[in-house]
Protein backbone atom coordinates (compact mmCIF):
# COMPACT_ATOMS: atom_id res chain seq x y z
CA UNK A 1 0.00 0.00 0.00
CA UNK A 2 1.20 3.46 -1.26
CA UNK A 3 1.82 6.37 1.58
CA UNK A 4 -0.87 8.74 2.40
CA UNK A 5 -1.07 12.26 1.83
CA UNK A 6 -1.25 12.00 5.91
CA UNK A 7 1.79 10.04 5.96
CA UNK A 8 3.34 12.55 3.88
CA UNK A 9 2.64 15.10 5.66
CA UNK A 10 4.20 13.56 9.17
CA UNK A 11 7.15 12.74 7.41
CA UNK A 12 7.72 16.47 6.74
CA UNK A 13 6.48 17.00 10.32
CA UNK A 14 9.39 15.00 11.38
CA UNK A 15 12.17 16.88 9.44
CA UNK A 16 10.96 19.83 10.34
CA UNK A 17 10.92 18.66 14.33
CA UNK A 18 14.65 17.50 13.25
CA UNK A 19 15.89 20.92 12.37
CA UNK A 20 14.23 22.94 14.96
CA UNK A 21 14.81 20.63 17.81
CA UNK A 22 18.79 20.29 16.68
CA UNK A 23 19.09 24.23 16.58
CA UNK A 24 17.79 24.93 19.39
CA UNK A 25 19.45 22.04 21.51
CA UNK A 26 16.79 19.95 22.23
CA UNK A 27 18.44 16.96 22.63
CA UNK A 28 15.90 14.62 23.45
CA UNK A 29 13.21 15.66 21.08
CA UNK A 30 15.90 15.54 18.35
CA UNK A 31 16.88 11.85 19.41
CA UNK A 32 13.18 10.95 19.59
CA UNK A 33 13.14 11.56 15.94
CA UNK A 34 15.12 8.39 15.66
CA UNK A 35 13.72 4.90 16.69
CA UNK A 36 15.69 3.85 20.19
CA UNK A 37 18.50 2.18 18.46
CA UNK A 38 18.77 5.15 15.49
CA UNK A 39 21.93 5.79 13.50
CA UNK A 40 23.20 9.37 12.27
CA UNK A 41 25.84 8.85 9.59
CA UNK A 42 27.79 12.12 8.75
CA UNK A 43 30.87 10.18 7.25
CA UNK A 44 33.57 11.19 10.11
CA UNK A 45 30.39 11.49 12.69
CA UNK A 46 28.59 8.53 13.59
CA UNK A 47 25.86 8.09 16.13
CA UNK A 48 24.09 5.78 17.05
CA UNK A 49 20.93 5.22 19.88
CA UNK A 50 19.17 7.41 21.25
CA UNK A 51 22.09 8.29 24.73
CA UNK A 52 24.82 9.13 21.61
CA UNK A 53 21.82 11.11 20.06
CA UNK A 54 21.15 12.99 22.83
CA UNK A 55 24.42 13.82 23.77
CA UNK A 56 25.38 15.58 20.74
CA UNK A 57 22.23 17.53 20.27
CA UNK A 58 22.36 19.26 23.82
CA UNK A 59 25.40 20.54 22.65
CA UNK A 60 25.26 21.33 19.16
CA UNK A 61 24.15 24.95 18.93
CA UNK A 62 27.07 26.18 21.14
CA UNK A 63 29.46 24.37 18.39
CA UNK A 64 28.49 27.02 15.88
CA UNK A 65 26.36 30.45 16.26
CA UNK A 66 22.71 30.49 15.24
CA UNK A 67 22.55 26.98 13.36
CA UNK A 68 19.57 26.64 10.81
CA UNK A 69 19.19 23.71 8.62
CA UNK A 70 16.81 23.59 6.04
CA UNK A 71 15.97 20.92 4.31
CA UNK A 72 14.19 21.26 1.02
CA UNK A 73 13.49 19.15 -2.31
CA UNK A 74 12.17 16.19 -0.50
CA UNK A 75 11.45 12.98 -2.15
CA UNK A 76 9.25 10.68 -0.09
CA UNK A 77 8.83 6.92 -1.03
CA UNK A 78 7.31 4.45 1.02
CA UNK A 79 4.59 1.61 1.35
CA UNK A 80 3.19 0.46 4.16
CA UNK A 81 5.12 1.36 7.73
CA UNK A 82 8.48 1.99 5.92
CA UNK A 83 9.44 5.19 3.65
CA UNK A 84 12.70 6.39 2.06
CA UNK A 85 13.71 9.92 2.05
CA UNK A 86 15.85 12.11 0.03
CA UNK A 87 16.43 16.15 0.31
CA UNK A 88 18.97 18.60 -0.28
CA UNK A 89 20.30 20.43 3.39
CA UNK A 90 21.97 23.09 4.29
CA UNK A 91 23.57 24.63 7.25
CA UNK A 92 23.27 27.94 8.01
CA UNK A 93 25.51 29.62 10.65
CA UNK A 94 25.31 33.60 11.72
CA UNK A 95 29.37 34.28 11.11
CA UNK A 96 31.61 37.86 10.81
CA UNK A 97 31.60 40.80 11.88
CA UNK A 98 29.40 42.62 11.47
CA UNK A 99 27.39 39.00 11.44
CA UNK A 100 25.81 37.35 8.70
CA UNK A 101 23.70 34.19 8.10
CA UNK A 102 26.58 31.71 5.73
CA UNK A 103 26.02 28.23 4.66
CA UNK A 104 28.35 26.40 6.60
CA UNK A 105 27.46 22.89 5.09
CA UNK A 106 25.28 21.60 2.28
CA UNK A 107 24.83 18.36 1.08
CA UNK A 108 21.98 15.58 0.81
CA UNK A 109 20.31 13.69 3.21
CA UNK A 110 19.43 9.77 2.73
CA UNK A 111 16.90 8.41 4.93
CA UNK A 112 15.54 5.14 6.03
CA UNK A 113 12.01 5.47 8.09
CA UNK A 114 9.56 3.69 10.10
CA UNK A 115 6.31 4.39 11.43
CA UNK A 116 6.13 2.87 14.68
CA UNK A 117 3.05 3.23 17.39
CA UNK A 118 1.75 5.81 14.86
CA UNK A 119 4.65 7.85 14.78
CA UNK A 120 7.66 8.09 11.64
CA UNK A 121 11.26 8.12 12.90
CA UNK A 122 14.30 8.02 11.41
CA UNK A 123 15.89 4.55 11.82
CA UNK A 124 18.92 5.62 9.63
CA UNK A 125 19.89 9.32 8.54
CA UNK A 126 22.67 9.56 6.09
CA UNK A 127 24.71 12.88 5.69
CA UNK A 128 26.87 13.53 2.28
CA UNK A 129 28.60 16.78 2.01
CA UNK A 130 29.01 18.02 -1.03
CA UNK A 131 32.34 18.88 -0.77
CA UNK A 132 33.06 15.37 0.02
CA UNK A 133 30.88 14.25 -2.59
CA UNK A 134 32.79 16.69 -5.33
CA UNK A 135 36.14 15.39 -4.08
CA UNK A 136 34.82 11.31 -4.66
CA UNK A 137 34.28 12.49 -7.99
CA UNK A 138 37.41 13.70 -9.19
Do not use: C
Amino acid sequence: MALSIEDHLAIQQLVARYSHAIDSGDGRGWAETFVEDGVLDAGLLQLEGRDALRSFADSFPSSVRAPRHIATNLVIEGDGDTAQLRAYVQLYVLAGDPPRQEISASGTYTDTLVKQDGQWRFVRRTFVNDSEAAGARV
